[in-house]
């Protein structure tokens, strides 16, 4: 049985996310935790808090003692389950007929053996006796929570505006919320921080009427217009369950997920007493990110896409084992892929509301978008899809393990998660197979990213040309 994707559990409630299959991950959390106390939060979809009560009698079923937070941010949920474990009901930026189910184990996402091990739970787990069933409790996590936010942020800010006596007096946002439960928490942080905020679509609405939840260009018009006609410093944009950010200049355009992540990286680098401070990426995230980081004086790792808490524990794992550096001396600083961060210094989850209050913060100490993002590089972008059966995708992808480096001799290769090249001038190029549908996925950028895309697309081509004429085994 696979349950789990990228990101927990995620698909329509109609046949996929019921009731029923949100018992039974109960059942097997809390028999896999041998009865540990469970935090418990929902969204605001409308659908969350019928699957967080059937998940509720799961986990008190299999034993488990259950704190019920209620309504709250992924993000609080996860600062929650510090110390014992964590269930969050979202399915963050999907269509609003769908859920999900994410796990947390001490401020952290499941990892891969974690999560399999609850997939064969599901088909095995029982109740326990009628006289070893858990307990279930409400519980509060939103207060404390938004007062550490704010107490993370204004200490690294502190100074700053000393005049004014709060880091982000004087600084004007507007900040979309898209109807999701982002609204009871980023706008108070920002407020306690001394910013004017306007909150737009702060209401909690599972419907999404405002926009899409998943906020993109596309979706994020009216806060863009918004923004163009007004005075505001600067626009930032949460998805359904606030643990996606997208940052708009004032002008209403957006800033780009990857200049985003650079501006931040660079900025905890720098902060860092660590002689050898780390971010952690993935393959499809921009050399800018490569560039800040290095002339900041740290260096990036990479890992798969929705892993990075598996790239900040392998970071850690070798400089505790010495080799790669010691544990004193390295230490992962920042976490990101593009739209989600994770602060390791607060805790080692993805966290939109921080990641808005630090953008904020960097913006007020820069003086406006511009004067931050000016250091970064920001060449041209394109992402190409190239038909390839599916089984076919591994033959192609081991040809091109070995046609690619030659057709770029001059190239820095990373073949841990698809293809990855880095050329002398910073471009780059990604090539990995998509987990859904029939085509190799093409990344590039560069100033004369065209060039760069025939050239690759060329390679990917012949490699997909080349195994259709191969036998297939028997």
Known sequence: MTLFGTAGIRGPVAETVTPSLAMAVGRAVARDAEGATVVLGYDGRETSETLAAAMAAGLSAGGAAVRRLGRVPTPTLAYASRGQRGVMITASHNPPADNGIKLFCDGVEYDRDAERAIETGVETARESAWDRWGTIERADAMGEYLADVAAYVGERFEGLRAEEGRPLDGLSIAVDCG????????????????????????????????????????????????????????????????????????????VHEDTVLAVVAAHYVEESTASDPVVVTTPNASARIDERVRAAGGRVERVRLGALHEGIARVEEAASNGTAGSASETAVVFAAEPWKHIHPAFGGWIDGVVSAAMVAGLVAAAGDVETLRDPITER???????????????????????????????????????????????????????????????????????????VATSVIEAAVEESSDEKPSR
């Open 179 to 254: 109807t999701g439960v982002g609204g009871e928490a980023t706008p108070q942080v920002l407020g306690r921080l001394g910013a004017d905020v306007t909150a737009l679509n702060a209401n909690v609405d599972g419907h999404f009427p405002a926009r899409e939840s998943k906020p993109t260009p596309e979706t994020l018009t009216d806060l863009a217009a918004f923004l163009e006609e007004g005075t505001d410093d600067l626009g930032l944009a949460h998805d359904g369950d606030a643990d996606r950010l997208v940052v708009l200049g004032p002008d209403g355009t957006v």
């Open 380 to 454: 041209p972008y394109r992402k190409v899809s190239v038909t390839c059966p599916d089984d076919r995708k591994e033959a192609v992808m081991a040809k091109l393990d070995s046609d690619l480096p030659e057709r770029f001799p001059e190239g820095t290769v990373e073949t841990d998660y698809g293809v990855r090249i880095e050329l002398p001038d910073a471009s780059w190029l990604l090539v990995r197979p998509s987990g859904t549908e029939p085509y190799v996925r093409l990344y590039a950028e560069s100033d004369e990213v065209e060039t760069l895309v025939a």
